[in-house]
């Protein structure tokens, strides 16, 4: 079982910055990767960014690419997220995923998420 408790989020006004953390405890030795999804109302959850535990591997959504960076500690089992340059539409509420895999499995765990709001 992976716990996942995030934090940071807020309310931002255009072109100012966030930064979210997540934090994972519980059964975390095989975590392959970590990251952010979001999902605005009336909107799909999508990937907002994710990045491999062992490597360090980033990915991004375009919508996001030059904005924001992803990074870890892994001796502290947590992920953040530096949003930069927010505009509107990154208002959502941000899920922290962990995805967990050994030889025969794979498991997503999610956060409760937290909400972003970007407003004048």
């Known amino acids: 079982q992976v716990q996942l408790v995030e934090s940071g989020g807020g309310l931002a006004q255009p072109g100012g910055s966030l930064r979210l953390s997540c934090a994972a405890s519980g059964s975390i030795?095989?975590?392959?990767?970590?990251?952010?999804?979001r999902q605005a109302p009336g909107k799909r959850r999508e990937l907002v960014a994710d990045i491999t535990?062992?490597?360090?591997?980033?990915?991004?959504?375009?919508?996001?690419?030059?904005?924001?960076?992803?990074?870890?500690?892994?001796?502290?089992?947590t992920v953040f997220l530096q949003m930069n340059n927010l505009i509107p539409e990154d208002t959502a509420v941000y899920y922290c995923n962990a995805v967990k895999s050994g030889s025969d499995y794979v498991y997503?765990?999610?956060?409760?998420?937290?909400?972003?709001?970007?407003?004048?």
């Open 29 to 37: 030795f095989d975590i392959y990767a970590m990251g952010w999804y």
């Open 53 to 77: 535990t062992s490597a360090g591997r980033t990915n991004y959504a375009d919508s996001v690419k030059g904005r924001f960076t992803i990074s870890r500690d892994n001796a502290k089992n």
């Open 108 to 120: 997503d765990y999610w956060g409760q998420g937290t909400q972003v709001t970007v407003s004048s």
